[in-house]
Structures are given as C-alpha cells and as structure tokens.
C-alpha cells in the first residue's frame, strides 16, 4: 500500500495529542517529522509535548523540529484556559528520553518537500499557520511542490471560539493564514463548521480507552479532560475534536465532504481579527483555489482513531 509522506505541523495542545496518536499508528501514514510553533501555549512546551506523545506512541523514529515562537506580527496568544498550562490537560508533564532534532523547522519543512518529488507531501497544520508561511517565504517554489495541505482553521456558519467570527489558530496568526491562502498552495481547511459536528461522547472516549496500550490511555485523557473544560466553560457535554479531522481526512478522504471555495482572511480590524471569508459562489470569487470541509462522519474519525491507538508501536 502507497502511503501518504506527511508533515504534522503543530501546537499540542490537547486536540493536537489526539491527531498526533493518530497519526503515529496509522499504517496509511510515511511520518517525515512533526513541526512545532507556539499557539496553545509556547512552542518550548509544544515542543516538549510532542516529544512526550511521541514517546507514549513508541514512535521515537519520528523527527520533532522546534519552531516559530511567535506570529509573524502579533503578540503571541495562548489558550490554557482550554488546554491547561502545559498544554496537555492533566497529564503530568516530563522531559521526553529523546531531543528535538537539530535545525529549525521552516527548514525541516523547506528541505524534506523540496527533495521529494512535487506534490508528493502533504502537510497537516493543527496550530497558527506561522511555521508554513515562513516557510514559503524562505523558498517561494514551495507552493507547488507541497501535495495538500489540510489545515484545522476558520469559521463560517457556525462562529468563532474566539472571537464572535473568529477560530483560534486563525486569530492568533492572521497574518500567516492570509499568506499560506494567498500562496497556490492547495489548501483543504477543517473550520468550526465541520469539527463541531465530531464530539467526544462518553460511548467514543471508551471506545478509543477499551484498546488498552498506553496511546489510547492519553487520547482518552485528552478528551476527558476537554469534556469537562467544556462544560464548564462553554456547557456542551461532548466537546468538539478539531485537530484529529485534517489528519483523518488524509487518512480516509471518504469521512469529510469538502466544497471548492475561495478563502481570505481579515488582518487589519481588531473587531474582526482572524475572520475567515468563505465564498462559494464562483461568480463572485472568480476562481475557487480552495477547499471547505463542511461534512464529517464523526463515528468513521472515532474509529480511526480506536484502531491507530489499538496497534503496537512501530516504525517507518
């Protein structure tokens, strides 16, 4: 079987570790390395937290490069109040067996897509899109090498979380987002309209806790955790999984149904910071360079997510 060389970029984040258990044992899945920015909470912690994940999934194969800690022209931004201080939930944290690998991660990204054939690598990015847009910055011919890119960021229908029309990790580097949308790359974004529809219930968290091994034990623990911040922030019993969809949709592309559209970002009013413009209408937007997903099977992203985390540790 043909498997999907993939980057993961991110800022785990208690969603993030769930994509991340994800993806360490899905067997569809060629892990080049996960990327680290600040968003959550600083990209010395995101770092270390995706050391610790790679360590609980056994896969210390995987690369983790530090990056960006901060947007490329704002305050940076955190979100403990939903993540916790460490950016784990009410795990423990702990220094990781194994470092970050050296060099900085706009250039892990830069040389493993250049030296891989076009649109061969893909790129999943959970976080602010800081890493990304560096990226492209530093070689411009990135935009047409990458394969998709599948981005959790945005909102349309259904709100922002942050702001009245605002995602996070689109608020908290608009700048970037605008840039990465503005590139050619092709872009498929997970928004609030799609990852509310997947909601860790009670049944989904123990179907993923029933395998057992010690990755299922922390992606349980994540959403555990997010039920009861999000019912006592927000009152909603089973909270929405967002980072796990773009990974998923790499995954098995069946889950999600995704609309072409065109997608702009707002980076100059402070009211409306980070808000996602999402035009369908190709009358309106002349071309539509991008992709919307507003569908998901949320039970076919749990079951994903119970067999990735059911399998034993293994290597690329």
Not at 60 to 89: I, K, M, Q
Not at 169 to 176: H, K, L, R, S, T
Not at 244 to 272: H, N, Y
Request: glycine content about 10%; proline content about 7%.
């Amino acid at each position: 079987m043909d498997r999907q060389a993939l980057i993961i970029d991110c800022d785990p984040g208690v969603d993030d570790a769930v994509a991340l258990v994800l993806a360490f044992g899905s067997p569809a899945l060629e892990l080049l390395a996960i990327t680290a920015v600040g968003g959550n909470v600083p990209v010395e912690k995101t770092a270390r937290n995706a050391r610790i994940l790679r360590q609980v999934a056994g896969r210390e194969d995987v690369p983790v490069f530090a990056g960006a800690g901060r947007p490329l022209r704002r305050e940076p931004a955190g979100a403990g109040a939903f993540h916790g201080e460490e950016g784990l939930g009410d795990l423990e944290p702990f220094e990781p067996e194994a470092g970050c690998a050296d060099g900085h991660a706009v250039d892990a990204i830069v040389d493993l897509v250049m030296e891989r054939p076009a649109r061969s690598v893909a790129m999943a990015v959970l976080g602010p899109m800081t890493n990304l847009a560096l990226a492209l910055r530093k070689e411009p011919a990135l935009a047409a090498r990458l394969g998709p890119v599948a981005a959790m960021g945005g909102a349309r229908s259904e709100g922002g979380n942050i702001t009245a029309s605002a995602e996070f990790n689109v608020w908290a580097d608009p700048d970037a987002a605008a840039e990465v949308l503005a590139s050619g790359c092709e872009v498929a974004m997970f928004g609030l309209d799609v990852t509310h529809q997947v909601r860790a219930t009670d049944e989904r968290i123990a179907r993923v806790a029933a395998a057992g091994t010690p990755a299922a034990a922390t992606a349980a623990a994540m959403m555990r955790f997010s039920q009861r911040v999000e019912r006592e922030i927000v009152g909603w019993n089973a909270p929405p999984v967002h980072d796990p969809c773009p990974v998923a949709w790499l995954v098995r592309p069946a889950l999600f149904g995704l609309t072409p559209c065109r997608i702009a970002v707002e980076t100059e009013s402070d009211l409306t910071r980070g808000h996602t413009a999402v035009e369908f209408r190709e009358a309106v937007a002349g071309e539509l360079p991008h992709r919307w997903a507003t569908r998901a099977d949320a039970d076919g992203v749990f079951d994903l997510v119970a067999a990735a985390v059911a399998g034993a540790p293994r290597t690329n």
